[in-house]
């Protein structure tokens, strides 16, 4: 599929007659302008804002704040409206506080793409694009998404940019635009639940991994809790994912680092830590922040909180089992606990 052929996609999508992805032409004198201090606030369709001067592609000139030569580190998804074509949004996203968790899958992902953003002399002798493609897969609440998160902010830090896909076929024609006008920045591209992507987007996603629309200099991640649900053409071939990581539950190890770490009180009780531990084997770490969540804000009972979060884990809600035994809790208008129910 040619760049056109995407472009004439996203033409049919949005009904317009023609979608020109922006290339501004810089002279060589430009200096970036300072962005003028908001007056109102604005929405992606708000196209007015404050004009200041113009953005150029070929002959159209479109008003806009201010010009920039490249974008902002920053974590972005790529959009299209009729008024502006492809463009860049930028995400001001607040995260719980991450931690490098020993002993796992997932600092060994991160080891290796760390490890990745320094050989690109390696690649470009051996004729290789520079690009790596990981798919981590688990079960629900196992990290695969903080992995991912650990990674983005690395990212950002180091100056590049993270581009989360939301539709694959716009994400492809921004990824060309960024690359036309940004040829040197490094960049990470998340596919989170890559296996849903899929069914609709699936010729797309392999042209962007390693096809017509592939990129350089990028670090391609995507997650999935069911990796039996992709095409073996996703799974089989390295270049598209180079590496497949198992993200399992946390091991003894890393659940003791997580629950000194949110909870400081369990420092200063070694014997209540190491029962903690103990207690939570296969607990995701979405449970780990529940049981603690529950037992030190709320002032539940730890084992009675324990119980409920395997509960959870091990049994599906349904509708029609009103009136069982406690699966989970909702504290009702007179404070008294309700719960969804177990199958008996």
Not at 164 to 178: E, K, M, R, S
Request: proline share 4%.
């Amino acid at each position: 599929m040619s760049d056109l052929d995407d472009i004439q996609k996203l033409n049919d999508r949005i009904k317009e007659k023609e979608i020109v992805p922006l290339h501004i032409e810089i002279e060589a004198d430009w200096e970036p302008q300072e962005r003028p201090t908001a007056t109102k606030d604005k929405t992606d369709t708000d196209i007015s804002g404050d004009l200041k001067m113009w953005a150029v592609a070929g002959d159209c000139y479109t008003g806009c704040e201010y010009s920039t030569k490249e974008l902002p580190p920053g974590q972005y998804t790529v959009r299209t409206s009729q008024e502006r074509g492809i463009f860049f949004m930028k995400h001001n996203v607040s995260y719980d506080s991450l931690i490098n968790l020993p002993d796992s899958a997932s600092q060994s992902v991160i080891n290796e793409v760390q490890q990745f953003w320094g050989l690109e002399d390696h690649f470009r002798k051996l004729g290789f694009l520079w690009k790596r493609g990981m798919l981590l897969w688990g079960p629900p609440g196992s990290g695969k998404t903080c992995t991912v998160q650990l990674l983005v902010q690395d990212i950002i830090k180091k100056g590049g940019i993270a581009i989360y896909v939301v539709d694959p076929c716009i994400t492809n024609a921004g990824l060309q635009v960024f690359r036309k006008i940004e040829s040197d920045r490094n960049a990470v591209v998340v596919l989170e639940d890559i296996d849903a992507m899929t069914k609709e987007y699936q010729t797309e996603l392999l042209s962007m991994l390693d096809g017509e629309n592939q990129i350089d200099n990028v670090v391609y991640l995507a997650t999935t809790n069911y990796p039996e649900r992709l095409d073996k053409r996703f799974i089989n071939r390295p270049s598209r994912f180079d590496i497949i990581k198992l993200i399992d539950m946390p091991s003894p190890t890393a659940r003791k680092v997580y629950l000194q770490t949110k909870n400081p009180r369990l420092i200063k009780s070694q014997d209540e830590l190491s029962k903690w531990v103990e207690a939570t084997e296969g607990f995701s770490l979405a449970h780990l922040k529940e049981l603690i969540v529950s037992v030190e804000v709320f002032q539940r009972d730890f084992e009675e909180v324990r119980l409920r979060l395997e509960k959870m884990m091990d049994c599906a809600v349904n509708s029609s089992d009103v009136g069982r035994e406690t699966f989970g809790f909702v504290v009702g208008s007179a404070g008294v606990q309700r719960s969804a129910a177990l199958p008996s």
